[in-house]
């Protein structure tokens, strides 16, 4: 996944009103140009992966404010460690982005583990991929109803029917959701829609009979 600051999709957001959409660079800039200096504050951008907000320093020209993210993406770049400067790779096998953390499992598990071919690891990474492929339709769809109601709550949280269409959301009940934010104003209504369409994917309670 790109987690550059610059190369994210967003949606600029003023109010009700959708002010820009497409990668950061562009939606930024469209920002600075129809917004005034005493509204840029207000402006609320939302990264489409996830529907978190993404702080951006408006001040100065649209080539400062890009400057800024492509600083910030340089810095974000860097392998660097808590405390510091970049670390250093010593000698010897690369570790592949394996990360060590703590796992807690009865003894049982852990037999059943440990005579496993490759040992405990080796086993629980591939329990890992093997669960990832058989639910990865549902992960995405859980995923996107997260990012969804994310949204819902910074823009239409205080907005009629919000609750019922938040549980007709994480019901997967694709009609009976956008029944529910019909009477929402309209780039907010649509935006939460086209977030709302991947976690309704694939489901059957959402399939037209």
């Not at 951008?45 to 600083?71: K, P, Q, T, Y």
């Not at 991929?129 to 549902?138: D, L």
């Amino acid at each position: 996944m790109n987690d550059n600051p610059s190369s994210r999709s967003c949606s600029a957001f003023m109010g009700e009103k959708l002010v820009a959409r497409g990668a950061i660079k562009s939606v930024v800039s469209a920002c600075k140009l129809e917004l005034t200096d005493d509204q840029l504050p207000s402006v609320l951008i939302f990264d489409e992966r996830d529907s978190r907000l993404v702080e951006v320093d408006f001040r100065g020209s649209a080539a400062d404010v890009v400057r800024r993210l492509d600083s910030r993406r340089e810095t974000g770049a860097a392998d660097t460690g808590a405390d510091g400067p970049p670390k250093k790779r010593g000698r010897g096998r690369p570790k592949l982005g394996v990360v060590a953390r703590e796992v807690t499992l009865l003894p049982r598990h852990w037999e059943w583990l440990a005579s496993q071919p490759g040992g405990a690891s080796v086993a629980l990474r591939r329990l890992v991929e093997e669960a990832r492929r058989a639910n990865s339709g549902r992960d995405r769809r859980r995923a996107a109803r997260e990012s969804c109601y994310r949204f819902m709550v910074a823009m239409a949280g205080n907005r009629p029917r919000f609750e019922e269409a938040s549980r007709a959301l994480f019901a997967g009940e694709r009609d009976l959701y956008a029944n529910e934010i019909a009477g929402w104003p309209a780039d907010i209504r649509d935006h939460c829609l086209r977030l709302a369409e991947a976690g309704f994917a694939g489901d059957r309670r959402s399939r037209p009979e």
